[in-house]
């Protein structure tokens, strides 16, 4: 199947360039957060590192799905990697100069997300362009797993310029990661469909208007957004900077650790990525939310356990039910939003997501001042748990109600 997949020229490109790209995000990702503790040595400043991360979804999320849905996709998405790569490398410059901050990293964390906004729907809506329905789960699952097969290579390319060059090639590196994703994009054969819509700014807000009425009735979209939104928040600070903060606390060594746990989190996710589409054609709601329940055994173990050889257990865990439910994520979405909302639909998404992770990071960076990091990972595994156990008792509990209405009727 995956060979049939990959001989298409198009999906070829496109995975290519999203992997790549996704290697030298995960990769500066990493430097924002190490350079910000090497420049201040403050767990507070560090979370707030990572909050500039997200806040630019808040902001101009939603816009960036509009944009998404009106503008030309290939050529939009061309001129936005050509934009973040004199933006990207501006700090590997500014630190050789030693005129580097703390602040100017913050600006920039805040830029690159920015463009993400406009960047990551309109790479998304791409997809089902040059896929057939019957291929989506395929290409998702290859998507993923091409990504984090080359996110693999970080924990190596991390511990190599760690020792070698320091975390600020890291940055480097993600400059030239968004050169082969234009070159990647620019070979796209795309069959767009002009869309005639009043772009104005009016037009905006009533077009995301229309989305979120829109969303709200269909109920699976409704109740996967709400889900998701859950799940991310209890899951952002542990897995972004509690992971972090913990590793600081047992190790020396805590960045090339956390590069390591990184790659073994990805090498698992690719298992369960290439493994889930040989049973699975179809993606549910039930199938999401038990891949979210596999996902909050993962950090409970980091709670119970909480040692160094355990955070590699418990990120394997995870790697089983963060790709399921990803994945059910992405084939829900791509099935059940028509064409023309498609982009508003993955920037929603997106926005949900970013939106959980601004307040995660900043009420765990809160309770961090008084609670252990160890409570803090076991209490969220098991809150990610409850949801997803409602969720599915809720699920069966109405499929019942309906087969037995259905029968009583036919009688």
């Not at 004199?86 to 964390?109: G, Q």
């Not at 508003?344 to 601004?358: C, I, K």
Request: with cysteine; proline share 2%.
């Amino acid at each position: 199947m995956f060979k049939v997949i990959w001989k298409d020229k198009n999906i070829r490109y496109y995975l290519l360039g999203g992997g790549t790209s996704k290697l030298g995000d995960v990769l500066s990702g990493m430097a924002f957060l190490f350079l910000a503790y090497d420049l201040t040595g403050s767990k507070v400043l560090t979370t707030g590192m990572a909050i500039a991360e997200t806040l630019p979804y808040l902001l101009f999320g939603l816009i960036g799905g509009v944009t998404a849905d009106w503008l030309p996709k290939k050529k939009l998405l061309i001129v936005l990697d050509m934009i973040r790569i004199p933006l990207i490398f501006s700090i590997v410059c500014l630190f050789y100069l030693e005129l580097l901050s703390y602040s100017y990293l913050l600006v920039v964390s805040f830029l690159i997300q920015s463009i993400g906004c406009f960047f990551n729907p309109t790479h998304r809506t791409v997809l089902p362009m040059i896929t057939a329905e019957e291929e989506r789960t395929g290409v998702n699952s290859l998507n993923d797993t091409l990504t984090r097969g080359l996110a693999v290579l970080s924990p190596f390319l991390s511990v190599w310029l760690l020792n070698s060059y320091g975390a600020i090639h890291f940055f480097t590196l993600d400059a030239l990661t968004y050169a082969v994703s234009t070159y990647c994009i620019s070979k796209l054969n795309i069959k767009e469909r002009r869309q005639v819509v009043n772009k104005s700014v009016k037009k905006v807000y009533s077009s995301i208007a229309e989305f979120a009425y829109w969303a709200k009735t269909n109920t699976s979209i409704r109740k996967l957004f709400l889900f998701t939104f859950v799940t991310v928040f209890f899951n952002t600070w542990v897995w972004e900077v509690g992971l972090l903060l913990a590793l600081s606390e047992m190790s020396r060594e805590s960045e090339e650790l956390y590069s390591v746990i990184q790659g073994v989190f990805g090498g698992v996710v690719i298992l369960t990525n290439i493994i889930l589409p040989l049973f699975l054609k179809k993606m549910t709601l039930q199938i999401y939310l038990v891949g979210t329940m596999i996902w909050g055994m993962g950090i409970v173990y980091y709670g119970l356990f909480y040692g160094i050889n355990h955070f590699f257990i418990g990120s394997a865990i995870v790697a089983i039910g963060l790709p399921i439910a990803g994945l059910s994520r992405i084939y829900l979405i791509q099935s059940l939003v028509p064409e023309d909302k498609m982009g508003r639909a993955f920037s929603f998404n997106a926005v949900l997501l970013y939106f959980s992770n601004t307040i995660s990071l900043g009420v765990y960076g809160f309770l961090v001042s008084f609670i252990s990091i160890q409570n803090l990972m076991f209490f969220s595994g098991i809150l990610i748990m409850i949801s997803s156990v409602i969720g599915l008792l809720f699920s069966v509990s109405r499929t019942k109600l309906r087969r037995s209405f259905i029968i009583n009727f036919s009688k």
